[in-house]
């Protein structure tokens, strides 16, 4: 970022990006995407796009492989009740959301 106080090396930042699937990798300070830009001489933020491992739908993911919805349905269980049944289950996807 330019006029930022904190600086890293290009070469730290690419090899981050190299490890990251799709060559996109995390801003070691703000754990923001990052990914080098085309011709390699400037990181530029990214969108870190993939299929969430838990609702399978082709999203923006923002932690280990998992959706934002998701990632929220995991910190916030909810318990759920079958209309028809009265079954009860708990169900880590926020569908209250929906």
Excluded: N
Excluded at 10 to 34: D, N, S, T
Excluded at 55 to 74: E, P, W, Y
């Amino acid at each position: 970022r330019t006029g930022a106080t904190m600086a890293f090396c290009l070469r730290c930042v690419q090899i981050i990006c190299q490890q990251g699937p799709g060559g996109v990798g995390r801003c070691p300070k703000c754990r923001a995407f990052v990914k080098i830009s085309g011709d390699g001489a400037a990181v530029e933020k990214a969108e870190m796009r993939g299929t969430c491992t838990m609702c399978r739908q082709d999203r923006q993911l923002v932690d280990g492989g998992v959706c934002d919805a998701c990632t929220m349905g995991l910190r916030h269980r909810l318990r759920y009740e079958c209309q028809q049944c009265g079954g009860a289950q708990m169900i880590p996807h926020p569908m209250w959301r929906y």
